[in-house]
T-cell receptor, first 110, second 112 residues
Framework: DAKTTQPPSMDCAEGRAANLPCNHSTISGNEYVYWYRQIHSQGPQYIIHGLKNNETNEMASLIITEDRKSSTLILPHATLRDTAVYYC???????????FGTGTRLTIIP | DAGVIQSPRHEVTEMGQEVTLRCKPISGHDYLFWYRQTMMRGLELLIYFNNNVPIDDSGMPEDRFSAKMPNASFSTLKIQPSEPRDSAVYFC??????????FGPGTRLTVT
């Protein structure tokens, strides 16, 4: 699976959109981008995934660049409960394993 | 659905004792994963099962660790004998139809 690179930490004001970047410059054509988050003392939580098209669900939006070398997770209206570590993971089709890196620690500021 | 269920939530034991962690996956999910999380090493995959059969146990640290899945609704991770360096949070996860994994709340293990 391709290596992903994320900033170690970010802050965002409550009520604003939180935009979390992820670099995956070596991603191959059959690798999906998955996002998970882990709120303190809880298990990781699946957020969203995509291959090349932008995706949206009730939690977030995923924007993948046309060359697929980077992506951005968008939390449209961040709340204090969105404070967590966010992980961006590239997963190859047919590979069941998820390799978690160090993620981005997002802090929502009141 | 109740989600992935793990027990116990906390376990404190003495070095040398046997520890058994339990997991009930989400009904209908045919993949089950065991992870370990520590400050030093982050979140690591230990082993995963498909249809109750172990597929990849390359992440199991050593022979003191073993995992079983006797049926589709139950799995155990056993450490015998336990050591202080096994102290960690152990997560179980099951996989949904789009390869997304749903994690349980974890078992915090402390070995003294």
């Amino acid at each position: 699976d391709a290596k992903t690179t994320q900033p170690p930490s970010m802050d965002c004001a409550e009520g604003r959109a939180a935009n979390l970047p992820c670099n995956h410059s070596t991603i191959s054509g059959n690798e999906y981008v998955y996002w998970y988050r882990q709120i303190h003392s809880q298990g990781p939580q699946y957020i969203i995934h995509g291959l090349k098209n932008n995706e949206t669900n009730e939690m977030a939006s995923l924007i993948i660049t046309e060359d697929r070398k980077s992506s951005t997770l968008i939390l449209p209206h961040a709340t204090l409960r969105d404070t967590a570590v966010y992980y961006c993971i590239a997963r190859e089709v047919g590979n069941e394993k998820l390799t978690f890196g160090t993620g981005t620690r997002l802090t929502i500021i009141p | 659905d109740a989600g992935v269920i793990q027990s116990p939530r906390h376990e404190v034991t003495e070095m040398g004792q046997e520890v058994t962690l339990r997991c009930k996956p989400i009904s209908g999910h045919d993949y089950l994963f065991w992870y370990r999380q520590t400050m030093m090493r982050g979140l690591e995959l230990l082993i995963y099962f498909n249809n109750n059969v172990p597929i990849d146990d390359s992440g199991m640290p050593e022979d003191r660790f073993s995992a079983k899945m006797p049926n589709a609704s139950f799995s155990t991770l056993k450490i015998q004998p336990s050591e202080p360096r096994d102290s960690a949070v152990y997560f179980c996860a099951s996989r949904g139809p789009s390869y997304e994994q749903y994690f349980g709340p974890g078992t915090r293990l402390t070995v003294t």
